[in-house]
C-alpha cells in the first residue's frame, strides 16, 4: 500500500491504482470514510475475499446459468437479511485473522475461555467455525450449525476441544465465542446479551456504534434481576474494541453485503473487478494532484491489515 500525506490545503482521496500506474476510482477520503463508500474501490480491495468467506465458509454462493449469485433467500426485511449474512461473515472474519495472526489467536481464547492462556498452549490449538462449510468437510465431527451458543470453537492437531476455565478431564464446557453483527443492538442483540450471559461470550460489531447503550441496558435489566453484573464486562464483548481492523473489514463487507442483497452488486463483480488489479490489491490514499509540496510518501507491504494489535 501506498500513502501520500500532502500539504494541509490538499484534500485526501483513496483510489485503486491499476497495473498502468493510473488511479481509478478515485473518492474523496472522508467520503470514503464516513458517507457512501465507492463499491468499485471495496470490491477491488475486498471482493474476492467476501466471495471467498460467502461460498467457502457458508455456501452462501450458488453458481447456475452460466454466473455466481447468492443463495440466501431474501427476506421481506432485507435489512434482516443483509445483517444476518453479515454475521455469518462476521465470524469468518474472526477465525480467518485468528489463523492469521498469532497474537489475536491467543486474546480471543483467553476471552473464550477465561483462563489466562500460554502463548505456547494458544499455538496448538486453531480457531474453527461450527456452522461453515469448510468445517463440514475438514472437522466433520464438530461441525455443529444448530449450535446457536458457539459460533467459534479451537481445536488442536487431535481435534481435542479447548475448555473454559473450571473444566476437567472428566467433565469440561468447551471455549467459545458467538459474534453478533449489527445495526441495532437493542433490537437484535439485546436479548440474546441476556440469554446467554455468563455462558459463552458474546462478541458485538456494532455498527451502529450502540455497544455502550446495549451494554448499559443489559447492567440496568440485571441489577433489576439482582443479578451480578461485576463480570459483565467479561462476557459482552465489543469486536470493535478488541480487534478495529477486523471491524473496519466487516463494515466494508457489510456495504457490499447490502448491495448485493438490493441487486445493485452482482457476485460477479466481485471477483471480476478483484482480478483487474493482480499486483496492486489494495487503495491508495493521495493528495490531489495540484499540490505536492510537503509530501511524505510512505511504502508499506501490500497487505492491508499487516499489523495485528499487540498484547
Not at 66 to 94: H, P, Q
Not at 162 to 172: H, M, N, R, V
Amino acid at each position: 500500500m501506498q500513502i501520500e500525506l500532502a500539504s494541509q490545503n490538499s484534500p485526501l482521496v483513496i483510489a485503486v491504482q491499476n497495473n498502468n500506474g493510473i488511479l481509478v476510482p478515485i473518492q474523496g477520503l472522508d467520503q470514503f470514510l464516513y458517507g457512501d463508500k465507492d463499491l468499485r474501490i471495496l470490491c477491488s480491495l475486498y471482493g474476492q475475499s467476501l466471495f471467498d468467506i460467502l461460498y467457502d465458509d457458508h455456501g452462501l454462493i450458488r453458481y447456475e446459468d452460466n454466473k455466481f449469485a447468492l443463495s440466501k433467500i431474501i427476506e421481506l426485511d432485507t435489512n434482516r437479511t443483509v445483517m444476518s449474512i453479515a454475521g455469518k461473515v462476521g465470524e469468518s472474519v474472526v477465525v480467518r485473522r485468528c489463523k492469521q495472526y498469532a497474537n489475536l489467536n491467543l486474546l480471543w481464547m483467553r476471552i473464550a475461555s477465561g483462563k489466562q492462556v500460554q502463548r505456547s498452549t494458544a499455538i496448538r490449538y486453531r480457531a474453527v467455525g461450527t456452522g461453515f462449510k469448510s468445517t463440514e468437510r475438514d472437522y466433520p465431527k464438530v461441525y455443529n450449525p444448530q449450535d446457536t451458543q458457539r459460533d467459534i470453537i479451537w481445536l488442536d492437531d487431535e481435534g481435542f476441544r479447548y475448555q473454559i476455565a473450571g473444566s476437567t478431564s472428566t467433565a469440561g464446557i468447551d471455549a467459545g465465542l458467538q459474534v453478533k453483527v449489527s445495526t441495532d443492538g437493542m433490537r437484535y442483540v439485546y436479548h440474546d446479551v441476556l440469554d446467554s450471559i455468563y455462558e459463552i461470550p458474546l462478541v458485538y460489531f456494532d455498527l451502529n456504534n450502540d455497544y455502550g447503550i446495549v451494554y448499559r441496558r443489559v447492567q440496568q435489566e440485571l441489577n433489576r434481576r439482582g443479578e451480578n453484573t461485576r463480570n459483565l464486562q467479561d462476557w459482552f464483548i465489543s469486536g470493535r474494541e478488541i480487534d478495529p481492523d477486523a471491524f473496519d473489514e466487516i463494515e466494508y463487507y457489510t456495504d457490499m453485503i447490502r448491495a448485493l442483497v438490493k441487486g445493485r452488486l452482482t457476485v460477479d463483480s466481485l471477483i471480476n473487478r478483484a482480478e483487474r488489479f493482480p499486483s496492486f490489491g489494495s487503495a491508495v490514499m493521495a493528495g490531489t494532484m495540484e499540490t505536492v509540496a510537503s509530501q511524505i510518501i510512505v511504502e508499506p507491504s501490500d497487505d492491508w491489515d499487516n499489523k495485528a494489535p499487540d498484547i
